[in-house]
């Protein structure tokens, strides 16, 4: 499967983004789905997963409130949306395909290309 990260850009604190990965050469249900973000000096961390087949969510405890994770099927497209954005949440922003859940960027086989998310103050 190939992934397409969109929709990452400058926003005020406060503010709210939503960002888009297009999946090709395979539909999504086939995949748990994933973001994690890498900040600048930072390790890449786990955002938000979506389940594969009951398409549970899960989240990282510093998002959980304010970012959702989704799935369109008939666009093949994960989003997620990030509201009350802070500079803390300032990243590359990438989206991720695994065959099983996990929280580790080890569990995960495919990734987009990223799409960097600013957050001013």
């Known amino acids: 499967v190939q992934l397409q990260a969109s929709g990452g850009g400058l926003v005020q604190a406060g503010g709210s983004l939503r960002l888009s990965c297009a999946a090709s050469?395979?539909?999504?249900?086939?995949?748990?789905m994933g973001w994690f973000r890498q900040a600048p000096g930072k390790e890449r961390e786990f955002v938000a997963a979506i389940g594969r087949n009951d398409r549970s969510t899960y989240y990282a405890d510093s998002v959980k409130g304010r970012f959702t994770i989704s799935t369109d099927n008939v666009k093949n497209t994960v989003y997620l949306q990030m509201n009350s954005l802070n500079p803390e949440d300032t990243a590359v922003y990438y989206c991720a395909a695994a065959s099983s859940l996990g929280r580790s960027r080890g569990a995960y086989d495919f990734w987009g290309q990223g799409t960097l998310v600013t957050v001013s103050s």
């Open positions: 050469g395979r539909t999504l249900s086939d995949y748990v």
